[in-house]
């Protein structure tokens, strides 16, 4: 695996489907998924906080504004990519850079180990979770323009970052790359500011921005193990049944298992497909994806178990004559969440998915424990 991780914001409305925490100290509706901040497909991210007072003479902590992804395990050098539109810089003057300009973070569990800040002439700061400012860009992301920013960290006393701009190297440099005391790795990421050192700077405007297009990738495996470029999320559901098709239906049956999960937004028990048998798989027709390159398949799930006993899926996928599953067991709890299965290369050749076998395969689900 290389790349674990993709959102395009497209297939449900509820951000506690897909991200671990929802941080919101300020109340309100300062995070939310709508059609409006979409840059690709049905829906974007839309970060809109309003004014922190964060007033006293001593320095505190930043507001927690956030949704927070957990990598379930510690990464020593991790890449992110995503599509940011600023749509108001933020307005303080003030120890800005270290709190209320924040829009990503690497964390090492709550603890922020390095981060991007939107300064108000719209610069990007990288600041190490010591509140050292590693460097700041010269170019500028203006205001109400999507671009492509992809951040790659090795993380130590010694590390190294790099950040792009549509592909673009606008900063880079080495040194402490984490919080002192930390371990020389990450093991989540913070979209929005979160774990950032407050200060003085009563009555300050958040930065707010737009984002799509999520992908997080680590450096195992041969392929999308750094950078892996510009790229749009391309979202379809369940068009029809295909072989095998061994789950139960449940709920309002609809006749199909494919129109059993192909709602959108996910309708949780009202329609769904089961099954406590080991090694069952449910296959489905998608609709024909029109693209010229496709870097990585992802087949999310939305899943629950219903018992006691320690359950796992895995998403599966037929191309030609193979029919693969995704690389680790995904460890389901009784409550909805969504789970990602990653093909990067097509399972029947070892090769990179050509848009036609791509469109031919069918993909699913199957029980693993």
């Given at each position: 695996?290389?790349?674990?991780?993709?959102?395009?914001?497209?297939?449900?409305?509820?951000?506690?489907?897909?991200?671990?925490?929802?941080?919101?100290?300020?109340?309100?509706?300062?995070?939310?998924?709508?059609?409006?901040?979409?840059?690709?497909?049905?829906?974007?991210?839309?970060?809109?906080?309003?004014?922190?007072?964060?007033?006293?003479?001593?320095?505190?902590?930043?507001?927690?504004?956030?949704?927070?992804?957990?990598?379930?395990?510690?990464?020593?050098?991790?890449t992110v990519g995503f599509r940011l539109r600023p749509t108001l810089y933020t307005s303080s003057l003030n120890t800005f850079y270290k709190s209320h300009g924040q829009?990503?973070?690497f964390t090492d569990g709550p603890s922020r180990q390095i981060s991007l800040h939107l300064v108000p002439g719209g610069q990007v700061a990288i600041i190490n979770g010591?509140?050292?400012?590693?460097?700041?860009?010269?170019?500028?992301?203006?205001?109400?323009?999507?671009?492509?920013?992809?951040?790659?960290?090795?993380?130590?006393?010694?590390?190294?970052?790099?950040?792009?701009?549509?592909?673009?190297?606008?900063?880079?440099?080495?040194?402490?790359?984490?919080?002192?005391?930390?371990?020389?790795?990450?093991?989540?990421?913070?979209?929005?500011?979160?774990?950032?050192?407050?200060?003085?700077?009563?009555?300050?405007?958040?930065?707010?921005?737009?984002?799509?297009?999520?992908?997080?990738?680590?450096?195992?495996?041969?392929?999308?193990?750094?950078?892996?470029?510009?790229?749009?999320?391309?979202?379809?559901?369940?068009?029809?049944?295909?072989?095998?098709?061994?789950?139960?239906?449940?709920?309002?049956?609809?006749?199909?298992?494919?129109?059993?999960?192909?709602?959108?937004?996910?309708n949780g028990d009202t329609t769904e497909n089961h099954s406590s048998t080991v090694g069952n798989i449910d296959h489905f027709g998608f609709p024909t994806l029109v693209?010229?390159?496709?870097?990585?398949?992802?087949?999310?799930?939305?899943?629950?178990?219903?018992?006691?006993?320690?359950?796992?899926?895995?998403?599966?996928?037929?191309?030609?004559?193979?029919?693969?599953?995704?690389?680790?067991?995904?460890?389901?709890?009784?409550?909805?969440?969504?789970?990602?299965?990653?093909?990067?290369?097509?399972?029947?050749?070892?090769?990179?998915?050509?848009?036609?076998?791509?469109?031919?395969?069918?993909?699913?689900?199957?029980?693993?424990?």
């Amino acid at each position: 695996m290389s790349v674990f991780f993709v959102d395009s914001f497209d297939h449900y409305n509820s951000l506690g489907l897909k991200y671990d925490s929802i941080f919101n100290v300020m109340g309100g509706t300062p995070m939310l998924i709508q059609a409006a901040s979409a840059a690709n497909g049905l829906a974007g991210f839309r970060y809109q906080p309003g004014f922190w007072d964060c007033s006293g003479a001593g320095l505190g902590f930043g507001p927690n504004v956030a949704i927070y992804k957990s990598f379930q395990v510690n990464l020593a050098t991790t890449t992110v990519g995503f599509r940011l539109r600023p749509t108001l810089y933020t307005s303080s003057l003030n120890t800005f850079y270290k709190s209320h300009g924040q829009f990503f973070a690497f964390t090492d569990g709550p603890s922020r180990q390095i981060s991007l800040h939107l300064v108000p002439g719209g610069q990007v700061a990288i600041i190490n979770g010591d509140g050292t400012v590693l460097g700041t860009t010269t170019r500028q992301l203006a205001l109400n323009i999507y671009r492509f920013i992809e951040f790659k960290v090795t993380f130590s006393a010694t590390g190294a970052w790099e950040l792009r701009f549509d592909g673009i190297n606008v900063a880079s440099g080495s040194g402490i790359t984490k919080k002192t005391g930390n371990l020389d790795s990450a093991n989540a990421c913070a979209f929005g500011t979160y774990a950032t050192p407050g200060g003085p700077g009563n009555n300050t405007q958040m930065s707010q921005w737009d984002m799509d297009d999520i992908y997080i990738a680590d450096t195992n495996g041969t392929v999308n193990n750094s950078f892996v470029g510009d790229m749009a999320m391309k979202m379809d559901l369940p068009a029809s049944d295909d072989t095998p098709l061994q789950f139960t239906r449940g709920g309002t049956d609809t006749g199909a298992n494919f129109s059993q999960v192909n709602e959108n937004p996910p309708n949780g028990d009202t329609t769904e497909n089961h099954s406590s048998t080991v090694g069952n798989i449910d296959h489905f027709g998608f609709p024909t994806l029109v693209a010229n390159v496709i870097k990585v398949a992802s087949v999310t799930m939305t899943a629950r178990k219903t018992d006691g006993s320690s359950r796992s899926i895995r998403a599966s996928c037929k191309s030609g004559a193979t029919t693969a599953a995704s690389a680790a067991d995904l460890a389901l709890s009784t409550n909805y969440f969504m789970y990602q299965g990653m093909f990067e290369v097509d399972p029947n050749t070892s090769a990179a998915w050509s848009v036609a076998n791509f469109n031919a395969a069918k993909k699913g689900y199957k029980v693993a424990v």
